[in-house]
């Protein structure tokens, strides 16, 4: 026989011992056989798969060896060394050297082009195995990922055009090389949300399958990032009709567990686009997910600030405060409602204390035993809510409570049981126990009752008979806030023809109050409120005999309307001013 095709026989030979595939001899003729066989092998060497991929000893040795000697000796070991560049080894990553990366990908864009394929391979799997939104993954090797990315997307275009001969996975990273760029799912983005699933599209289902990328790869929680970008783009009605359910995947309630990191990042896109819509009714789902994963808007607003950014990547202001309002006013509810003697819901003071929610920049609840410990859901989940706000209150009944808030200069305690009186206070003269207590409010400080009605107060105020114009009268002037500015609130009688109300009590008045958006009367905590909420530059030259100056123009009506109301005059160029 030929020297060749005997050599050929003999290497055909170990091909056919490949792992569970028959003996050649019981295969030859038997085409069902050779057609299993040949599935196998191209299984095996059509896709991306590294050989010694799963050798973590081999790799982690190759890696650590480069970190000291910096080089690289031969190709098994820098094909080692790109498997494992996205891999952590003692606390760190090849990712997190800038030099040392380098060096690696030069030495894999060199030789030849079969050996630069066989580099591109595995760095390729690094990309898709990194921990990219694992909380523990460091800024650096993100940074460093980056650029992992960008060398495999050159490389891509350069191979495309030398290599002749390119495996089906190649092909298929050519057809998606949107996997290789900083928004590799966009692609999908619409099939995801139309098909209203947490699972892949079709497409990007058999491109991952036909690349080998493994089922924790952060592809999959990109894909849903993805889908609450589409939904962001949507308009306003339609937006609104996917929204509860995107808040549900963004939470994880779908079944499907998503990284924390994920979901922060998908409540808010969520949470932007919602405040940019023309009208914003509570949505308590948005809500509770944005305060449990992003936290409480107004304790914890560096983490609002840097996750919820607008249109411009500037802090999105209004969505916080959008936020932030919606849980003011929800535990306002609850304190009234809920921790409210008998739990009898006080319509009366709750419609008079939501009035002044915007003006309220910090609350806390000082709650009896009662309430501390009641193990109904609706107490569990307000104790969730007020987390971080809560005190124990000593020296009262089990049922009673204390409602805490601060406006400006001043504290307002008001208390759960009605037969107490209001209380307001000088907050820069507080009493020194009240003071220590809200200050170690995190840990759910003692408050005694006697030092919320302690001597030293500003007013001390009755809720006897119509009360409302009396409280006005004492709190409007020291707030420089008026809630029924533009409309006198409205009080009548409880009809009881049909019974009481629910949660009403004989000869209990009921207030009204209008729909229209009170402006608030001018005032320096006002001021920079709205300041600060719209992110504005100013300019304060009464102190040289000038004006107060807003330095912006007219393309926000609702911070031109808001500075009409309080006397600014526009004046085109220069910005807002007045005297």
Request: with cysteine; glycine share 8%.
């Amino acid at each position: 026989m030929n020297r060749f095709l005997s050599e050929l026989g003999s290497h055909l030979e170990q091909v056919m011992v490949f792992p569970r595939v028959a003996a050649a001899a019981e295969t030859w003729g038997n085409a069902e056989a050779m057609t299993q066989a040949l599935a196998r092998v191209r299984s095996y060497f059509d896709g991306p798969y590294v050989s010694g991929a799963k050798d973590g000893r081999s790799v982690a040795e190759a890696v650590l060896r480069f970190r000291t000697s910096r080089e690289l000796n031969d190709s098994r070991e820098t094909k080692y060394v790109c498997i494992g560049a996205s891999q952590e080894f003692s606390g760190w990553r090849i990712l997190e050297d800038t030099e040392l990366l380098e060096q690696l990908l030069r030495h894999a864009g060199s030789g030849s082009d079969r050996q630069r394929l066989r580099h591109f391979t595995c760095l390729l799997c690094s990309y898709w195995s990194f921990p990219r939104d694992d909380s523990e993954t460091s800024a650096a090797s993100s940074i460093g990922w980056v650029r992992l990315r960008g060398w495999l997307a050159a490389q891509r275009v350069y191979l495309e055009q030398v290599i002749r001969a390119k495996p089906p996975w190649f092909i298929a990273l050519t057809e998606h090389a949107n996997l290789l760029t900083d928004q590799p799912c966009k692609r999908y983005a619409g099939e995801l949300l139309e098909n209203g699933s947490v699972d892949l599209s079709a497409a990007l289902s058999e491109a991952l399958e036909t690349l080998g990328v493994g089922s924790d790869c952060w592809l999959r929680q990109e894909a849903i990032y993805a889908q609450m970008q589409a939904c962001a783009e949507l308009p306003d009605t339609q937006f609104q009709s996917h929204l509860g359910r995107m808040v549900e995947v963004a939470g994880g309630k779908t079944g499907f567990r998503i990284s924390r990191s994920i979901s922060i990042r998908c409540l808010a896109v969520l949470v932007s686009r919602y405040a940019l819509c023309s009208v914003t009714p509570e949505h308590i789902p948005l809500r509770d997910a944005c305060i449990a994963f992003i936290g409480n808007p107004w304790l914890h607003r560096a983490a609002w600030d840097g996750y919820v950014l607008d249109k411009s990547r500037r802090p999105d202001a209004t969505a916080r405060e959008m936020v932030n309002g919606w849980l003011k006013v929800r535990l306002i509810k609850d304190f009234f409602g809920l921790l409210s003697e008998d739990r009898s819901a006080d319509s009366r003071r709750l419609n008079y204390w939501l009035g002044f929610e915007p003006m309220i920049q910090d609350m806390w609840f000082a709650l009896g035993a009662d309430a501390l410990s009641d193990p109904r859901k609706e107490y569990g989940e307000f104790r969730q809510r007020a987390n971080g706000r809560l005190l124990d209150l000593a020296g009262s009944t089990a049922s009673n409570n204390a409602f805490l808030m601060h406006f400006g200069e001043y504290l307002v305690v008001e208390f759960g049981v009605t037969d107490n009186a209001c209380f307001v206070y000088r907050y820069d003269r507080l009493p020194p126990r009240i003071k220590a207590g809200l200050a170690n409010a995190s840990s759910i400080a003692t408050l005694d009752i006697a030092d919320l009605k302690a001597r030293g107060r500003e007013a001390r105020l009755l809720h006897n008979g119509s009360w409302e114009p009396n409280f006005d009268a004492a709190i409007c002037p020291l707030l420089g806030y008026t809630p029924s500015a533009q409309a006198a609130r409205r009080r009548r009688p409880v009809s009881w023809n049909n019974g009481p109300a629910q949660g009403a009590r004989a000869g209990a008045y009921v207030e009204y109050r209008p729909e229209a958006k009170y402006m608030p009367t001018f005032s320096h905590l006002e001021f920079e409120r709205f300041r600060a909420k719209y992110s504005l530059n100013i300019d304060d030259l009464r102190s040289r005999g000038g004006c107060l100056w807003v330095r912006t123009d007219t393309a926000d009506s609702r911070v031109s309307e808001r500075l009409q109301s309080w006397g600014f005059t526009y004046r085109p160029t220069m910005g807002w001013w007045k005297e």
